[in-house]
């Protein structure tokens, strides 16, 4: 490594460094703040991105030139865009966050000791957090605004492509923040493009309390690779739908079918139906070209491919993939252990479903498949903050402790316990 | 590294992937069986102790002979031992875990969306637990009745000077698990002594749910340095007393007294007194000669250095040390905000107390203070799983989500959301 780039990276530690730090101390005084003060900066911030729609759209036109110059797809361009419409949507998200309940009133337990101590349990802010996000500029504005509702301070670390657009969204709303008497630094953009940056914000430990990297498998891996910081994860999602020998045969058609087509590219997707041998020949001649005429690809294990003429026999591998695609895999089973088993070995722990009009196999499937989410006759679709009722959400975990599955403003809290005694001492 | 090394090396490795493995898979039926059957088998392994009284104190006998050989301190040898008593007090430990109640009875919350599914978040096992310990042998059936009473595997790592007696333990407890109708593989001693079974067990992503390193701090830094799983961290506990101007000084005096001086060596104690100016006079020139008296080496700062003539001047270190000994830092500030800023930035989160009569004094400490558990007017030596009622303990975390504090059963548990419907697909 040369003189020189050991010497940016030296700087461009050193000043993310800084950020933190000055974040951290923020985050103290922004935990103590109450829930209307926090609520009227996001309105504020809310305002100001509504009033500067005409230099939004001038910075974001800035990474869109220099997006096309590099000929990024018109896919990812399309990611970064920022019309009127999306300035509006993103300034509305910001006041539904800031018209949520305060989720730092809850007081999670209360008890007194033998010894007459009062011990609460209470709800606080994580600290400081770390967000790492990829093209989309509106990610800014919703992160921003879930952290800040939820008494936390966060840094935040855009895709170089869209750094026009962060900045200009970060700055509207900082400003518009600290006006409002949000403690300076609260939150944070880093304006630096270097990966040295990412490095950095990943191992402050004691500094930053968690991490979330919101974005594709190659920056998941790549954040749970380098971090020594606590990281929520938000691994693929293997779902499965999983038909059982008393199924509502209808019923489990409509719910894999839409599972598949209606957004493939999506985390909750269903990726593989597995069938009972019992009602594989009627449930697939019926939904298999259904699904072929909807442009999905089945791959198919040998069992199945008897009642799927265009299948494709499935790999080893099509077992362990999540496609994001309009592609569905086929297992047929003997019995409900075998589905479960199955799904334990070779799903992500994300979401799965039972469809079945059995009390007992379901009961079975509900206990022993080992994931955040496990449906009885429902889509793995519903996976997500806002159709659990959380009114907004930063993610869906796959990590098995702190947060598991959708993740709302309850989810950006942590809890400390408070001790009141009259002397007592051992 | 030779040839012969790394074999060895390798085949270490692979045992401990088999076992975790294996555990893992154990796990899953661990955790659909009831409370009655887990807590049977505490018992029936508690009873297969205290049958074995005999047959457990040679195996400790090996082991201390062994340490006596190379020469570990007395201290050491002590906390090795297994005396009859000590193995009677191991066996009524495991019959109180299983006293306890079902830590996995549990429902977090329940709820209905408007598309009408029924939610329901619930507590679970968290899977497959790793705990790396050091030489009390006692620990091995501590861990283990722990966890199996919360429905997790666990995978045990103790240190190497007490082999005998761990596998000795373990081999008696899987035993009686195992007729008693736990999994096999439930609970796992790894017998290897080789560095790189630690180092396995804590790179099984995806298998190894958490770790928790119990021990000093060499063995927690270690664990943290080199974890690629979740891990539950005992850092440091340096904790405060402040003595507010508005402080009864007879009680702030027996709180610190007695946070220091009843066990110098844990970590709840306490390991610095911040003072307010108005009361520093008083209440260090009472305190002083007690403290002195009891052998208390004093470490002040300028202003303390006034009104305790024995002390040593505090060096910037002395601020930033958890001592574990006969030693207390003394810090003399003019603000409830100083004191609490001092706190934040010099403490480990883990336990500080106020001692004030000042109802808005003592709020502003409990809500500024970032640690684990705030104390009013009472001794932070309270931080304690069986003092907060929890009746059992695996430990004191120091992280900031997942667990704070004092971890009991529950601490040792997770979340799921099982979701029921009638045929909703989105």
């Given at each position: 490594m040369s003189q020189r780039v050991k010497e940016m990276e030296g700087s461009t530690r050193a000043m993310v460094e800084d950020?933190?730090?000055?974040?951290?101390?923020?985050?103290?005084?922004?935990?103590?703040?109450?829930?209307?003060?926090?609520?009227?900066?996001?309105?504020?911030?809310?305002?100001?991105?509504?009033?500067?729609?005409?230099?939004?759209?001038?910075?974001?036109?800035?990474?869109?030139?220099?997006?096309?110059?590099?000929?990024l797809s018109a896919a990812l361009i399309d990611r970064l865009r920022l019309t009127p419409e999306r300035i509006e949507a993103m300034a509305a998200g910001v006041e539904q966050v800031a018209a949520l309940p305060d989720p730092l009133a809850e007081q999670i337990r209360a008890w007194t000791t033998p010894s007459d101590l009062r011990i609460r349990q209470v709800r606080i802010p994580i600290g400081l957090i770390g967000v790492i996000y990829e093209s989309r500029p509106n990610v800014t504005a919703d992160v921003a605004a879930l952290c800040l509702k939820s008494g936390n301070a966060v840094i935040l670390k855009g895709g170089k492509e869209a750094i026009h657009s962060n900045t200009v969204i970060a700055d509207l709303l900082g400003d518009a923040f600290s006006a409002a008497g949000i403690p300076d630094c609260s939150m944070e953009l880093i304006r630096s493009t270097e990966r040295e940056a990412t490095h950095t914000l990943l191992t402050q430990t004691g500094v930053v309390d968690m991490v979330i990297p919101r974005g594709g498998l190659t920056l998941q891996r790549a954040v749970a690779e380098n971090a020594k910081v606590p990281v929520i994860n938000h691994f693929e999602g293997?779902?499965?739908?999983?038909?059982?020998?008393?199924?509502?045969?209808?019923?489990a058609e409509e719910i894999t079918f839409t599972a598949k087509v209606g957004r493939p590219g999506v985390c909750n997707a269903v990726e593989k139906v597995v069938v009972h041998s019992d009602v594989?020949?009627?449930?697939?001649?019926?939904?298999?070209?259904?699904?072929?005429?909807?442009?999905?690809?089945?791959?198919?294990?040998?069992?199945?491919?008897?009642?799927?003429?265009?299948?494709?026999?499935?790999?080893?591998?099509?077992?362990?993939?999540?496609?994001?695609?309009?592609?569905?895999?086929?297992?047929?089973?003997?019995?409900?252990?075998?589905?479960?088993?199955?799904?334990?070995?070779?799903?992500?722990?994300?979401?799965?479903?039972?469809?079945?009009?059995?009390?007992?196999?379901?009961?079975?499937?509900?206990?022993?498949?080992?994931?955040?989410?496990?449906?009885?006759?429902?889509?793995?679709?519903?996976?997500?903050?806002?159709?659990?009722?959380?009114?907004?959400?930063?993610?869906?975990?796959?990590?098995?402790?702190?947060?598991?599955?959708?993740m709302g403003l309850r989810e950006l809290t942590t809890y400390k316990y408070i001790v009141q005694g009259d002397g007592q001492y051992i």
């Open positions: 950020l933190c730090l000055a974040a951290k101390k923020a985050s103290r005084k922004l935990a103590l703040l109450d829930n209307e003060t926090r609520s009227a900066a996001l309105r504020a911030g809310a305002a100001c991105l509504r009033d500067e729609v005409v230099l939004i759209g001038e910075e974001n036109q800035r990474d869109i030139n220099g997006a096309e110059a590099i000929g293997i779902c499965h739908v999983y038909v059982d020998k008393d199924a509502d045969l209808e019923m594989a020949m009627p449930f697939l001649r019926s939904i298999g070209p259904r699904l072929k005429a909807a442009g999905v690809e089945l791959r198919a294990d040998k069992h199945a491919m008897r009642y799927l003429p265009d299948a494709r026999p499935a790999t080893e591998d099509d077992m362990h993939t999540e496609f994001l695609d309009l592609v569905l895999a086929v297992k047929v089973v003997d019995s409900i252990d075998d589905a479960i088993n199955f799904i334990n070995t070779v799903g992500s722990g994300h979401s799965d479903s039972i469809i079945t009009k059995n009390r007992e196999t379901a009961d079975k499937f509900l206990a022993g498949v080992d994931s955040a989410v496990v449906y009885e006759n429902a889509s793995t679709r519903f996976t997500d903050g806002f159709q659990f009722g959380f009114g907004a959400e930063i993610g869906i975990s796959t990590n098995r402790v702190h947060a598991r599955g959708p």
